[in-house]
């Protein structure tokens, strides 16, 4: 589906959607434990998720779809609680990294073939030691850490390298310690004790900054739904923006914002990856010379993001150095109108609809519909703050 925006000015209030990274943990965690995710989204990653845990309860084959979330955290969920796996993956999804759980199935003898973009597993998970890279995918350690608590004897997870996008195993323990599982986390890892029981508990899914680091830069926009005090590796958003002249306030319920950079900065990403598309949009959009560094993990998410911002930015006039895992960004050229690519994926697509009201002409945006993976109706939220579409 192509999208042809007019550039306009865009304002107005944005309830910002549940986070995806906690409806999927809520989800999990409700499931195993017989209790209750309030709020959770609705998108195609988190309906995955959803379909998956009702397989669960038969043995039946899974379909994660396109999600990586989906993907990694019921494989070893579905092989603690029930000793086999089938799970199929759309698209890109079985072509990114899986080796970590392979070596595992390896070390403990599970029989496993990936074969026609389908996972399929014979064995059960045991206690014991699980060592796993950090600056690969902390999907890996979260989709562990919901599986091991399960399991007759106790385990540890070992991290041998320095341990990237932490938050979002913080945003784990959190989730599990609300559904009664204890996590101890220490110097080398996480000290996970077996024989452990999910609670029936709930969980009500905040606001994701993930999604609003898209709205705080479109334009004066009050977006609201967002706790101040979240966890979530993304509110490092709201300073990035403030450290570029942004000028972002704290209202009741989230924060005000007028939208605009004005200066370069240099910013590592190993925390906070999914940020990336849209930065690198507004520092097209500020003076000077700005950075996105340590990113090399982008290249295995659901399009090489390096690459397909580097590209599509490319077409609308900016000046962006593509490295092997940074940016260099030189802004404030002016940029125009274009055809361009979201590489089917979401956080493309939403990245070049918040540049929109700086491009002089046209912009239009082919696969506008994967936005469908994390916030199916951003096409109306979008044209709700004005912005206006062919």
């Known amino acids: ?3 042809t925006i007019i550039p306009a000015p865009l304002s107005g209030t944005m309830n910002i959607p549940p986070s995806k990274s906690y409806s999927h943990r809520a989800l ?18 988190i309906r995955a998720t959803a379909a998956c845990l009702s397989a669960l309860k038969t043995g039946a084959a899974m379909d994660a779809n396109e999600s990586g979330s989906t993907l990694r955290f019921m494989i070893p969920i579905a092989l603690a609680v029930n000793g086999r796996l089938e799970i199929h993956g759309s698209k890109r999804l079985m072509e990114r990294p899986l080796d970590d759980y392979f070596n595992i199935f390896n070390e403990q003898g599970i029989k496993y073939e990936l074969k026609d973009s389908t996972l399929t597993a014979e064995g059960r998970l045991r206690g014991g030691d699980y060592r796993l890279r950090g600056d690969v995918s902390s999907q890996f350690i979260t989709g562990l850490l919901f599986a091991l608590p399960m399991l007759e004897n106790d385990s540890r997870i070992i991290i041998t390298t320095a341990l990237e996008s932490k938050a979002y195993v913080d945003m784990t323990v959190e989730v599990l310690k609300n559904f009664g599982i204890d996590i101890a986390e220490n110097e080398s890892g996480y000290y996970i004790k077996g024989g452990q029981r999910y609670h029936s ?9 993930s999604q609003a680091g898209f709205f705080l830069a479109m334009g004066e926009v009050d977006c609201l739904s967002l706790n101040h005090a979240s966890i979530q590796g993304d509110r490092a958003s709201v300073e990035v923006y403030r450290s570029m002249g942004m000028d972002i306030e704290e209202i009741p319920g989230g924060y005000r914002t007028n939208g605009r950079a004005v200066r370069p900065v240099t910013v590592d990403a190993a925390q906070i990856p999914d940020f990336v598309p ?23 998410k659901e399009s090489d993001r390096l690459a397909a911002i580097a590209e599509e930015l490319g077409k609308l006039g900016a000046d962006v150095e593509e490295g092997a895992d940074y940016l ?9 109108g274009a055809e361009c690519s979201a590489h089917n994926d979401h956080r493309i697509a939403m990245a070049l609809a918040t540049i929109s009201p700086h491009v002089e002409g046209e912009l239009t945006i082919d696969g506008a519909e994967s936005v469908n993976k994390s916030m199916p109706d951003f096409w109306e939220r979008f044209k709700a703050l004005g912005g206006r579409i062919k």
Do not use: Q, W
């Open 278 to 300: 849209v930065l690198a949009c507004v520092m097209a959009t500020a003076e000077g010379e700005s950075r996105i560094i340590n990113a090399g993990r982008l290249r295995i």
């Open 328 to 336: 260099i960004i030189r802004g404030g050229k002016p940029l125009h």
């Open 201 to 209: 508990g709930s969980y009500t899914v905040e606001g994701d900054f």
């Open 1 to 3: 589906m192509k999208v």
């Open 28 to 45: 999990i965690c409700a499931a195993l434990g017989g209790g209750e995710a309030v709020g959770v989204g609705n998108s195609a990653d």
